[in-house]
């Protein structure tokens, strides 16, 4: 399989707090790495593309000294939301892509649902 | 960039009957089309994809079809079942690049 888990699932955190997501490959390297956003009834929106040892490439209008992103090893990679406000609230979801034959396809982490009060 | 129009943005279907969503896309070099079901609170899963060098693909109740000269590609489900309802996002790509996702279908089956 291709299996991808995230942490936490849920966090509700107060305003200007920063929130860690992460986002974990169990059962295979994961060449890149995708985090997206979601808000209610919309569609995935990508946030940025994350390569093991390397910076993460940020999408237009995405604030990369505020949406924190390392990954350390092809296993996994984390999202810090710093300050994080209300309007971050949202649902976050990361996505893996794994190396070898057919490596665009992407393999989905469950999600974590942000609410900042 | 690439772009992904999808249509229609709500689908009702009666049990038993046929659906199908319709995507275009903009990049003419685009080369791998999934398609994605979306549960509500869930994460997005995988049901099929189809990659340029082949027209047509099957997986049982599910069907994608591609055409590249009008560069759209659709998905066809057959048989609906009301664990059929979900919301379904069409995605497209060219080699590495990163998936430009549709604006999704939220497709309801009525029993």
């Known amino acids: 399989g291709a299996v991808v888990s995230q942490h936490p699932s849920r966090v509700i955190c107060k305003s200007g707090t920063s929130v860690k997501i992460e986002c974990r490959s169990l059962d295979f390297q994961a060449t890149t790495m995708f985090w997206y956003r979601q808000f209610p009834k919309q569609s995935l929106m990508l946030m940025a593309t994350?390569?093991?040892?390397?910076?993460?490439?940020?999408e237009q209008g995405v604030e990369k000294d505020k949406f924190l992103i390392n990954h350390a090893s092809l296993t996994l990679s984390t999202l810090t939301v710093t300050s994080a406000h209300p309007e971050d609230s949202s649902f976050y979801i990361c996505s893996a892509r794994r190396a070898g034959l057919y490596q665009e396809t992407q393999y989905f982490g469950p999600g974590t649902r942000l609410l900042v009060l | 960039g690439e772009n992904v129009e999808q249509h229609p943005s709500t689908l009702s279907v009666q049990e038993g009957d046929s659906a199908v969503i319709k995507c275009t896309y903009s990049?003419?070099?685009?080369?791998?089309f999934p398609w994605y079901k979306q549960e509500l609170g869930k994460r997005p899963q995988l049901i099929i994809d189809i990659r340029s060098n082949v027209g047509e693909k099957k997986d049982q109740r599910i069907a994608v079809t591609l055409n590249k000269t009008a560069k759209h590609f659709s998905l066809h489900i057959t048989e609906t079942q009301p664990e059929d309802s979900a919301v379904y996002f069409c995605a497209a790509t060219f080699g590495n690049e990163k998936l430009t996702f549709g604006t999704g279908t939220r497709l309801t089956i009525i029993p």
């Open positions: 994350s390569n093991e040892g390397s910076k993460a490439t940020y």
């Open positions: 990049d003419s070099a685009s080369n791998y």
